[in-house]
Nanobody, 116 residues
Framework: VQLQASGGGLVQPGGSLRLSCAAS????????MGWYRQAPGKQRELVAR???????NYADSMKGRFTISRDNAKNTVYLQMNSLEPEDTAVYYC???????????WGQGTLVTVSS
């Protein structure tokens, strides 16, 4: 599975961004997709995941602000981020878990900076 993330950038506190991650190389519908993030000096953490059937789960601090979705026809997963806070500043990584092979794949990361 190859993953290409995009959509990061600089946004003011309270603003919004939408990240996208396009997957290729395997049957997208059989892959669980997710977003993780890593802030400077911190460990990588889960943001949200969505199963092939569309069931989503979120880290507690993102609930109500972030929404993960997927378009199986476009082999793409999205992360809509609203009410962004400076603490959301991090490199966001797209993640894929292939049910068939039990392998995990990572995209290259996209930087989100929340600052005034």
């Amino acid at each position: 599975v190859q993953l290409q993330a995009s959509g990061g950038g600089l946004v003011q506190p309270g603003g919004s961004l939408r990240l996208s991650c396009a997957a290729s190389g395997r049957f997208f519908s059989n892959i669980r997709m997710g977003w993780y993030r890593q802030a400077p000096g911190k460990q990588r953490e889960l943001v949200a995941r969505i199963t092939s059937g569309g069931n989503a789960n979120y880290a507690d601090s993102m609930k109500g602000r972030f929404t993960i979705s997927r378009d199986n026809a476009k082999n793409t997963v999205y992360l809509q981020m609203n009410s962004l806070e400076p603490e959301d500043t991090a490199v966001y990584y797209c993640n894929a878990f292939d049910y068939a092979s039990a392998k995990t794949y990572w995209g290259q990361g996209t930087l989100v900076t929340v600052s005034s």
